[in-house]
């Protein structure tokens, strides 16, 4: 469990991998000013299959898109 703080976003998703020695997974928001900002970047994953990612941050905008790349 992740403590989160007070006007904090908790992402959590689940991805899945194939080809572990090929990875480099992005995930970034994008607030409504057009500012960009990198959450997390997973690396190096020890075995194909489903891989639980949750990541806290505190966007600097009430509107924003979440990213994965």
């Not at 090929?22 to 299959?49: A, C, S």
Request: with cysteine.
């Amino acid at each position: 469990m992740h403590d989160v703080s007070p006007n904090s976003t908790c992402l959590t998703f689940y991805y899945y991998l194939t080809k572990s020695d090929i990875v480099h997974l992005l995930t970034y928001y994008l607030n409504n000013e057009g500012q960009r900002k990198l959450l997390n970047q997973f690396v190096d994953v020890p075995f194909n299959g489903w891989h639980l990612a949750t990541q806290s941050f505190k966007p600097n905008s009430k509107s924003y898109q979440v990213f994965l790349s």
